[in-house]
């Protein structure tokens, strides 16, 4: 399953996805200026 929301701030536009996968889940935030990974 995999949910991804697009919201702009300021004036940057950045994506956020939320994998879930079995009973695991994974959080990773994606910045067009500045990519940035989270797992957790």
């Known amino acids: ?3 991804c ?7 940057s536009s ?3 996805c939320i994998k879930i996968t079995g009973n ?4 990773f935030l994606n910045v067009s ?3 940035t990974e989270h797992t957790h």
């Open 33 to 35: 200026v500045e990519s």
């Open 1 to 3: 399953m995999l949910h």
């Open 5 to 11: 929301m697009m919201f702009t701030s300021g004036n």
């Open 24 to 27: 695991n889940c994974q959080r």
């Open 14 to 16: 950045k994506i956020m």
